[in-house]
């Protein structure tokens, strides 16, 4: 009697499963609400996001007084001067390449998008050139922080969106050199009467007469 109530609760079991159903979903069975199996998530690689690369800097108008040294002392930001990012491979080919002007303040941006860095090392494959210059009169390339053969980069800041280099400062310099100008001080000129200053009826101090002192007695004298 036993078994037959334990067969007829069995069957009465699975009739319930059968009419709650079970569905499909996320390639996982579930009973009506309630998760029976769900396979794990499969583990993979995250996909590659290629960055931008970017490299900035300023170029200046060298002082006159210091052409052909490497000096910036008194140099003034260059406007419209021309530089190039190149990047080139084992072959000394150049496979990317951008060119920008400075602004007013000398400063320049080179960007290249979708920089491939699992293949190439910026700090080893790319370089900044100086090209030309706006100004005729400070149009000679210098090699200041490797501006006329080529700079390497330096690291700045990475972003989200970009790696930030950066290069320089470079510099144009005059066709040649100035020398240096004595500085000239203003010296007031002097000033000499041409007429002797008027007398006002004033006599000038006479000097003392000597008078002799009074006669010494070696005795009274007799009244």
């Given amino acids: ?3 037959l109530e334990m067969a007829v609760v069995l069957l009465l079991a699975v009739v319930a499963l059968s009419s709650a159903g079970l569905t499909s979903a996320d ?5 009506t609400g309630h998760p029976l199996h769900k396979p794990p998530v499969p583990y993979g690689k995250p996909a590659y996001k290629p960055l931008a690369l970017s490299v900035q800097g300023v170029v200046f108008c060298q002082n006159c007084l210091y052409v052909g ?3 910036l002392t008194g140099a003034k930001p260059l406007t419209g001067a021309r530089v190039q990012l190149a990047c080139r491979d084992r072959r000394y ?3 990317l390449y951008d ?5 007013e303040n000398g400063y320049f941006l080179l960007t290249i998008p979708n920089f491939d860095y699992r293949r190439h090392n910026p700090l080893r494959t790319c370089r ?3 090209l030309s210059s706006f100004s005729p009169s400070c149009s000679r390339r210098t090699n ?3 501006g006329r053969f080529g700079a390497s980069l330096r690291l700045e800041k990475a972003y989200p969106d970009q790696v930030l280099y950066t290069v320089g400062p470079f510099a144009f310099a005059p066709p040649t050199r100035c020398k240096a100008t004595t500085p000239t001080y203003y010296t007031p000129p002097s000033y000499t ?3 002797p200053p008027p007398s006002y009826g004033v006599s000038p101090i006479s000097s003392p007469t000597y008078s002799p002192p009074p006669p010494i007695y070696a005795s009274p004298p007799n009244y």
């Fill in 69 to 71: 040294t490497g000096s």
């Fill in 99 to 103: 060119i920008a002007r400075t602004d």
């Fill in 1 to 3: 009697m036993e078994c």
């Fill in 27 to 31: 390639g996982g069975y579930y009973l």
């Fill in 193 to 195: 009467p041409s007429h």
């Fill in 93 to 95: 080919k150049t496979f």
């Fill in 128 to 130: 900044v050139f100086l």
């Fill in 144 to 146: 200041i922080n490797s």
